[in-house]
């Protein structure tokens, strides 16, 4: 059984119908990138994926927790989905440590001692152990995005979503975010990314979406399908990008 | 007649200006009070509390405090209420300030970017759980300065009571020059009062906003 479905999921901003009936599948420990152009929808449905955008039509399941159209627990399926934003969003008025240490305590209500071993853990899986302490404005736009990953790590999703993580950040800081990602997918963490990072998407993701006018217009096999494209739309696509 | 002392001035001046700083201390913290429910009716999700908080700023923004004043003192009293003058003054104020606070204090947490709630969302914090460890502790550090700022607004409103016969500041000293027919030196020190009341509150709204405004920017 898939870890993440949806079910013809239909989503409209006023008149613009932004996703057309996405019913993807996600199996545990896999990688999926979501690539297409801007207005296709794919942050949109990463969005829905925890509860961010409401969804006017169809199901969405993660591990067990249906979401459906109008109604739902968010509170349960957002604690098995993480989410990384392209802005970060840490928590200005809280140093590193507290960003992290911060949903356990309220949410889980895990003590503050065990929730100060999880971020110090988290913090050194995305190799900031030593910037527990530092405030965000104290640290670099990829420190911050490993922060934000570190928080997310530290409610033990079983989905991490990343919304175009390193698209805010300047050149020289992208490596360090996606290698920080790449550790994580090599650790069988399940991974649904928007990204404009088509090498990495190929490199390091088990499938590739391709989303075209709300639609998912082609997917599979990353390295088939920059082979081979199935549809002009994505041949045109990937030609563009060059 | 009687002769007045430069001293037998300053010293009902001085009772004067006590109560207008009691006045608008009163008006302020009560104000403040009922502008923190205002604040969370005015952004609450539902639409009745939005509706009728918006309605209570907008007529205490709307109208003068002059003629809120008077609407208090002798409308009241018309209904056959006795509202005595510093009854009036305290609770015409503090529905004044309660007014503006909320408004000032709603900017300020709307002025926190929206991914703040979605980061908060994200991590499966409910709206009560956002609100209380995300937004207002953000909102809270930009509303100092301009709070600061609005209690210079309530010291000067208290003037305005006058009117209705409190017997504090301007009043006393309307009711000195009128005594001593000494008009512009009782003004003068009326206003020396007021300035000495708001000066150090200005002083301290200006200094908080370089020292936050410094912090924001690196």
Request: net charge neutral; charged share 15%.
């Amino acid at each position: 059984m898939p870890l993440v479905r949806t079910n013809r999921l239909h989503k409209h901003f006023g008149k613009n119908h932004v996703l057309k009936g996405i019913n993807l599948e996600v199996e545990e420990g896999e990688v999926v990138a979501i690539v297409g152009r801007s207005g296709s929808g794919k942050s949109t449905l990463l969005r829905a994926l925890n509860g961010l955008e409401t969804i006017d039509d169809g199901t969405i399941e993660v591990d067990g927790t249906a979401l459906v159209a109008e109604q739902g627990d968010l509170r349960a399926l957002r604690q098995k989905v993480g989410m990384v934003f392209q802005q970060f969003n840490l928590f200005p008025h809280l140093s590193a440590g507290q960003n992290v240490m911060l949903a356990p305590q309220i949410v889980k209500d895990t003590s503050k001692e065990e929730a100060e071993v999880i971020a110090r853990s988290t913090l050194a899986r995305v190799g900031l152990e030593h910037k527990f302490d530092a405030f965000p404005d104290q640290l670099s736009g990829g420190q911050q995005q490993r922060v934000a990953i570190a928080r997310a790590l530290a409610m033990s999703p079983k989905v991490l979503l990343c919304d175009e993580i390193t698209s805010a950040l300047d050149p020289e800081l992208v490596n360090e975010v996606l290698m920080v990602v790449r550790q994580l997918a090599s650790e069988g963490m399940t991974l649904i990314m928007v990204t404009h990072e088509m090498r990495f998407a190929r490199e390091v993701g088990n499938k590739l979406v391709f989303m075209y006018e709300g639609r998912i217009h082609e997917s599979g096999d990353p390295q088939t399908m920059f082979a081979n494209p199935a549809t002009p739309e994505f041949a045109n696509f990937i030609s563009s990008l060059d | 007649m009687m002769t007045f002392t430069l001293w037998d001035i300053v010293r009902n001046l001085l009772l004067g200006g006590a109560l207008t700083l009691l006045l608008s201390m009163v008006a302020f913290v009560l104000g403040g009070l009922a502008a923190l429910a205002l604040l969370f009716a005015r952004i609450a999700k539902h639409r009745p509390p939005r509706g009728l908080a918006q309605i209570y700023i907008e007529i205490f923004q709307g109208t003068p405090l002059l003629l809120q004043l008077f609407t208090l003192f002798f409308g009241l009293s018309l209904l056959g209420l006795d509202v005595p003058a510093w009854l009036a003054a305290g609770v015409g104020l503090m529905l004044f300030s309660s007014a503006y606070l909320a408004e000032i204090w709603r900017g300020c947490v709307e002025s926190v970017p929206r991914g703040q709630w979605e980061a908060g969302a994200s991590l499966a914090l409910t709206y009560r759980e956002q609100m209380r460890h995300v937004i207002l502790p953000q909102a809270m550090r930009m509303a100092i300065a301009p709070t600061v700022g609005f209690a210079v607004q309530v010291v000067k409103g208290t003037a305005v009571t006058s009117i209705i016969g409190f017997a504090e500041l301007t009043k006393t000293g309307s009711m000195i020059a009128n005594a001593t027919y000494q008009p512009f030196l009782v003004y003068g020190l009326v206003a020396i009062g007021y300035f000495l009341l708001c000066y150090p509150l200005s002083w301290y709204a200006q200094r908080l906003e370089r020292r936050l405004y410094a912090t924001r920017t690196n």
